[in-house]
C-alpha cells in the first residue's frame, strides 16, 4: 500500500468524524465538512471547489442537506470516506498540481475500457503511469462478470483513486455487490436499462455508493430529461450525457440540481466535466 501522506490522514479524519456529525445533524455537519476540508487543503483549485460547495450550502432549502442524510443513512461509512478522500484530496488536490505542471492540457478523468484479455497486471501498470501524470479519477466500463473481477482487483490494488465503474445492471447479483462494497473507492454507475431497479436494490443492501448513467438521444429536450429525472428512483446521482448540441440540457440539468425536492445529484457528462476540468486545472 502506498505511503499515506500526513494530510491525507488528517482528512480521513476529519471525514469520517463529520459523517458521524452528519447523521446526528446533517446541515451542521455538512457545513463543518466543508469548512474543515477548506481549512485543510491549501491548492487554488481545490479552495475553489470547497468555496463552490459553501456558497451551494448557504441556502438553507439545498437538496445537498438531504441527499447527503440518505446517503450517510444508506451507504458504508468507510466508502463515503474514502471515496470522498480519493476524489477531493488525491484527485482535486494531489492531482491537479501535478495536471497545472504539465500545461493542464490532460483530462483529471481518465475513460478506460476493460477488455476480455486484460489482466489486473497489465492495467495496473497503466494506471501507475496515469497517476504519475497526476490523473486518479478513473471512468472504468465493463461488459461482462469477467472484466468487472478484473476491474475490482484493479480498485483493490490502489486506494488513491477514485473509481466510477460503468456496467450494466445485469452483472448485478449479491456477490457482485458484496464485492463491489468492499472496494471502497469504486461508485458503482448503471446504465440506464429496465434491470435497473432490481439491480440498485442489491446494491442498496450491500451499502454501496451508486448512481445511474443515462444517455441522451438525439431527440430528447431539456423537458424530457427532466421529466426522467424526476422518476428516477434509488440513486443517489445521475450522470446524463448530453448529445453534442446539449447546452439546453445542461443548463436544465444544473437548475435542477438547485431544486429542493431533487431525489438525486444530476451530473451533465460534458458539460460539469468540462467546467471541473477548467476549475481545477486553472493557471495562476
Known amino acids: 500500500m502506498p505511503t499515506l501522506s500526513m494530510k ?38 481545490a479552495q475553489e471547489i470547497f ?15 438531504t441527499l447527503l442524510e440518505r446517503m450517510v443513512r444508506e451507504v458504508n461509512h468507510k466508502t463515503l470516506q474514502h471515496f470522498g478522500v480519493a476524489l477531493g484530496w488525491d484527485s482535486w488536490t494531489e492531482g491537479c498540481k501535478l495536471l497545472r505542471q504539465s500545461g493542464g492540457q490532460r483530462g483529471w478523468a481518465k475513460s478506460l475500457t476493460v477488455q476480455e484479455t486484460d489482466t489486473a497486471r497489465a492495467l495496473r501498470a497503466q494506471l501507475k503511469q496515469e497517476i504519475t501524470s497526476g490523473v486518479r479519477t478513473f471512468l472504468v466500463t465493463v461488459n461482462s462478470q469477467k472484466t468487472l473481477y478484473t476491474a475490482l482487483q484493479l480498485a483493490s490494488s490502489e486506494n488513491t483513486c477514485a473509481m466510477l465503474l460503468f456496467l450494466p445492471p445485469s452483472l448485478i447479483d449479491n456477490q457482485t455487490a458484496a464485492r463491489i462494497s468492499l472496494c471502497h473507492t469504486v461508485c458503482a454507475v448503471l446504465y440506464d436499462q429496465p434491470e435497473y431497479h432490481k439491480a440498485q436494490a442489491i446494491l442498496k443492501r ?26 428516477v428512483e434509488g440513486g443517489y446521482f445521475a450522470i446524463v450525457q448530453e448529445p453534442e448540441d446539449g447546452g439546453a440540457i445542461a443548463k436544465r440539468i444544473a437548475e435542477f440540481r438547485q431544486m429542493p425536492t431533487a431525489p438525486l445529484l444530476p451530473v451533465a457528462q460534458k458539460k460539469d466535466f468540462a467546467d471541473i476540468q477548467a476549475r481545477i486545472c486553472k493557471q495562476k
Not at 469520517?16 to 487554488?44: C, F, N, S, T
Not at 468555496?51 to 442537506?65: A, G
Request: hydrophobic letters at 35%; one cysteine or more; aromatic letters at 6%.
Open 8 to 45: 491525507r490522514i488528517m482528512l480521513l479524519s476529519v471525514i469520517g468524524r463529520a459523517i458521524q456529525e452528519i447523521d446526528a445533524d446533517p446541515k451542521r455537519g455538512l457545513r463543518r465538512m466543508i469548512d474543515l476540508g477548506q481549512d485543510l487543503v491549501h491548492g487554488d483549485s
Open 51 to 65: 468555496s463552490f460547495l459553501q456558497h451551494i450550502l448557504q441556502k438553507q432549502s439545498s437538496p445537498c442537506y
Open 206 to 231: 450491500a451499502q454501496c455508493l451508486f448512481g445511474i448513467h443515462h444517455v441522451c438521444s438525439e431527440e430528447e429536450t431539456p423537458e424530457t430529461v427532466q421529466s426522467w429525472l424526476e422518476q
